[in-house]
């Protein structure tokens, strides 16, 4: 089998874990309950990555943790899912704040109109960064 056709039937497999994980959790790596862990979605995925990180590092890659490296890919993708859903309901809630007459300070900057937010989010990369 080509690389190609390899990357396809993989990244197919864990997209269909993914969707299913989700469908049975109820969306809980990106919309936590926070009934114990108060922490963001961000930083919650990233302490899962850490654990199997952890995992890996202790105890390689065998046929016994496989489906470890599985895990990681998908909380990975899970964790570019909650950095965009983020920034994307800070900026929601910022412009309905401009809208409604006021004005936002982002890294000591006033914003007051949707043309000068949307400037800011324009230069912030997929990690919430600012670009040069």
């Known amino acids: ?9 993989v990244a ?3 997209r269909d874990l993914l969707i299913e994980k989700n469908i049975t959790y109820g969306d809980s790596a990106t919309n936590p309950k926070k009934i114990f862990s108060k922490g ?3 930083d919650s995925l990233c302490a899962r990555i850490d654990d199997k990180l952890s ?8 046929d016994k943790t ?19 859903k983020e ?4 900026y929601q809630a910022f412009k309905e ?5 006021g004005h936002v ?24 960064d600012e670009e040069n």
């Open 87 to 90: 920034k994307h309901g800070e």
């Open 66 to 84: 496989e489906d470890t490296v599985s895990d990681l890919i998908g909380y990975l993708i899970l964790l570019k899912v909650a950095i965009y």
């Open 97 to 101: 704040t401009i809208e409604s007459g």
């Open 55 to 62: 995992r890996i590092a202790n105890k390689g890659i065998t």
């Open 12 to 14: 197919n497999s864990v």
């Open 40 to 42: 963001s979605s961000v």
């Open 1 to 9: 089998m080509e690389t190609t056709d390899l990357i396809k039937e």
């Open 105 to 128: 300070n982002i890294n000591g900057s006033p914003i007051s109109t949707i043309e000068n937010l949307q400037v800011h989010y324009d230069n912030i990369d997929e990690y919430g």
